[in-house]
């Protein structure tokens, strides 16, 4: 799975799912171009990509905003002149149900980054995928098709929305030679739910497997679908989540 020569863009890529993958593609050639809100972490990861012997570009920005958003693909470009596969990784997780005073606040502070930011980073990188046949991978997530939580309505929305709007894209840019995917783990061992109530044995309880998925299994995913190995896929979501669906 050579990415050799080939430029990569990872939104929330300074920890979690969006580090490991950004490591894994530079394994495989890929120069990267690694977006987050931390700038001490996307050093760090930057670095790490760096002794593999890859070209890296950090980019400290909130996709929420949307001048920031708008920012990003434009550096890239100008950093390294094409643009081959975008990984929209960034995402958070808050809760508030519909009756709560901060319920509002929430659900924009969710769907801004979940989706806003998904989709106005997709709109300007999409030409210079078309260029490149390049394609696009959006981390979506199971909480889109499991059970309602109504704790939850802002996340398990907006990632709802996400496989939507994956079909959506995918089907306007078949024409163009690109491929539009995406993958929804199940629980993974990573920083998201930090502040929430919830523990590891209560996440590993929805699992059939009994077990959590690392972060490197998701990256896997990430690339594969990215890859040529994948090339008659585009549409499809790619479910990571030791059987929680099952339950």
């Given at each position: 799975?050579?990415?050799?020569?080939?430029?990569?863009?990872?939104?929330?890529?300074?920890?979690?799912?969006?580090a490991?993958?950004?490591?894994?593609?530079?394994?495989?050639?890929?120069?990267v171009?690694?977006?987050?809100?931390?700038?001490?972490?996307?050093?760090?990861?930057?670095?790490?990509?760096?002794?593999?012997?890859?070209?890296?570009?950090?980019?400290?920005?909130?996709?929420?905003k949307?001048?920031?958003?708008?920012?990003?693909?434009?550096?890239?470009?100008?950093?390294?002149?094409?643009l081959?596969?975008?990984?929209?990784?960034?995402?958070?997780?808050?809760?508030?149900?519909?009756?709560?005073?901060?319920?509002?606040?929430?659900?924009?502070?969710?769907?801004?980054?979940?989706?806003?930011?998904?989709?106005?980073?997709?709109?300007?990188?999409?030409?210079?995928?078309?260029k490149?046949?390049?394609?696009?991978?959006?981390v979506?997530?199971?909480?889109?098709k499991?059970?309602?939580?109504?704790?939850?309505?802002?996340?398990?929305?907006?990632?709802?929305?996400?496989?939507?709007?994956?079909?959506?894209?995918?089907?306007?840019?078949?024409?163009?030679?690109?491929?539009?995917?995406?993958?929804?783990?199940?629980?993974v061992?990573?920083?998201?739910?930090?502040?929430l109530?919830?523990?590891?044995?209560?996440?590993?309880?929805?699992?059939?497997?009994?077990?959590?998925?690392?972060?490197?299994?998701?990256?896997?995913?990430?690339?594969?679908?990215?890859?040529?190995?994948?090339?008659?896929?585009?549409?499809?979501?790619y479910?990571?989540?030791?059987?929680?669906?099952?339950?």
């Open positions: 799975m050579s990415f050799v020569k080939k430029v990569v863009l990872i939104t929330g890529g300074s920890a979690g799912i969006g490991t993958t950004a490591e894994l593609f530079a394994k495989e050639g890929a120069s171009a690694i977006v987050g809100r931390n700038e001490a972490k996307l050093s760090a990861v930057a670095q790490r990509c760096q002794k593999l012997g890859v070209s890296t570009l950090t980019i400290k920005a909130d996709v929420a949307d001048e920031e958003a708008d920012a990003i693909v434009k550096k890239t470009i100008d950093k390294f002149g094409r081959d596969v975008l990984v929209n990784n960034a995402g958070i997780l808050r809760e508030a149900n519909i009756l709560s005073d901060k319920f509002l606040a929430t659900y924009d502070e969710v769907m801004n980054v979940n989706m806003r930011g998904t989709v106005r980073i997709t709109h300007f990188a999409a030409p210079y995928i078309i490149t046949k390049g394609n696009i991978v959006n979506s997530s199971i909480a889109g499991c059970t309602a939580r109504p704790d939850n309505i802002a996340y398990r929305t907006s990632k709802a929305a996400m496989t939507h709007f994956t079909r959506c894209v995918a089907l306007e840019m078949a024409p163009h030679g690109v491929r539009v995917n995406s993958v929804s783990p199940g629980p061992k990573t920083d998201i739910f930090d502040g109530e919830v523990t590891e044995d209560a996440l590993t309880n929805m699992t059939a497997l009994h077990r959590l998925s690392e972060t490197s299994e998701i990256a896997d995913m990430i690339v594969y679908v990215a890859s040529d190995k994948a090339k008659g896929t585009t549409g499809s979501d479910v990571v989540d030791n059987g929680s669906l099952l339950r």
